[in-house]
């Protein structure tokens, strides 16, 4: 008996190979900035792309694989920085408390990021292309001495303001004003951005 063809949605834009894939891809960024890892199945990836399940596998292998591409490109640290490092801490902090997104706003980075260091199947890949993409590159633009610890020291602050703010619900920081949070949080940052005497 031949082998039945794995048919994707009926239109020609998702005949296409590179598009399917790019649909794919897309969704399981939304898909894994939404929740774990754990938590996110190849078959509810497939149905926000609008493809058969066995296409997720057909083009990325497994979940496993799947996930190591989304984290690629996700942490680029000129996508995330302002023009000028003097404005560093502010910029940053203005990032991360400035609002709630909802839930299906699209691919959140630092969400990701959030959802994937807590489990024990992605924090590994995750922690990897972080540093890659954000700590280093960073650590290169501020010079000096002890650049790359500077660098996990700003990536701390905001990981932690992240974590505090839209992770644990933190009323008090919720509650807070963004000038009073850019003025202690953002100072604690940029003191990280110049070597110190």
Do not use: W
Not at 178 to 194: F, P, T
């Amino acid at each position: 008996m031949p082998k039945q063809a794995v048919k994707e949605t009926e239109t020609p834009l998702t005949r296409n190979a590179t598009n399917t894939r790019s649909r794919i891809l897309a969704a399981a960024r939304d898909c894994f900035s939404r929740r774990s890892y754990e938590n996110v199945g190849v078959r509810e990836i497939s149905s926000a792309a609008g493809v058969d399940a066995a296409l997720v596998n057909r083009y990325f292998g497994n979940k496993e694989k799947l996930f190591a591409e989304v984290v690629q490109g996700a942490f680029h640290v000129d996508e995330h920085l302002p023009e000028s490092l003097d404005t560093l801490g502010a910029f940053l902090v203005k990032g991360v408390m400035g609002g709630d997104e909802p839930e299906d706003a699209g691919f959140n980075p630092l969400r990701l990021l959030i959802l994937a260091a807590a489990s024990p199947e992605t924090a590994q890949v995750v922690s990897a292309q972080f540093h890659a993409e954000f700590v280093a590159p960073l650590a290169v633009k501020m010079g000096g001495r002890d650049a790359e610890l500077r660098a996990a020291l700003i990536a701390s602050y905001v990981i932690g303001l992240a974590t505090m703010r839209h992770l644990l619900g933190s009323s008090v920081l919720a509650s807070a004003s963004q000038r009073k949070l850019a003025a202690m949080a953002g100072d604690a940052i940029q003191k990280c951005v110049s070597p110190g005497p």
